[in-house]
């Protein structure tokens, strides 16, 4: 059973399953190869959905030269909030996660992407980071 979730405002529901207490996914992605494993990603998504400026998120890899892809978080932040800066991001997730559990960076965007059933777009999100890559993974 999910222990908690959300609902956006086009009636998108978000389950999040907690372990004593801490959220830790809300998506299962298939295109995040890391040195670290995949759970982290998810917490981290989890955590980040939590900041009370953020709206929705997405975490998309991108290319990085030491460990193959790094995440980015792609934030549309609530009408009544102030935009987050990275620093904002980063403390917020510092406290309540390892310090390496942390996007590289953010982008603010107006809307993500879904399709009809409500899923984000994550490819199209990843786009711009590949363009020109011969892979999608680097």
């Known amino acids: 059973t999910f222990d908690y979730g959300y609902r956006d405002n086009k009636d998108f ?18 295109s995040f190869p890391d040195r670290l494993g995949r759970l ?3 917490t981290l998504e989890a955590v980040i959905a939590q900041h009370p400026a953020v709206r929705d998120v997405a ?4 290319p990085h030269p030491k460990w193959v ?7 549309v932040v609530r009408p ?3 935009e987050p800066t990275m620093g904002d991001i980063s403390d917020w997730c510092r406290a309540r996660l390892a310090s390496f559990k942390k996007p590289t960076q953010i982008r603010i965007v107006d809307e993500l992407p879904r399709n009809a059933s409500g899923k984000v777009l994550r490819r199209q999100l990843r786009e711009p980071y590949w363009a020109g890559k011969t892979r999608q993974v680097n």
């Not at 529901?13 to 809300?26: H, M, N, R």
């Not at 975490?59 to 991108?62: H, I, N």
């Not at 892809?69 to 934030?75: F, H, K, L, S």
């Open 13 to 30: 529901a978000y389950p999040i399953l907690t372990q004593e207490g801490v959220p830790f996914a809300i998506y299962v992605p298939s």
């Open 69 to 75: 892809e790094t995440p980015v978080a792609i934030i």
């Open 40 to 42: 982290w990603w998810l």
């Open 80 to 82: 009544d909030a102030e």
């Open 59 to 62: 975490l998309v890899g991108v």
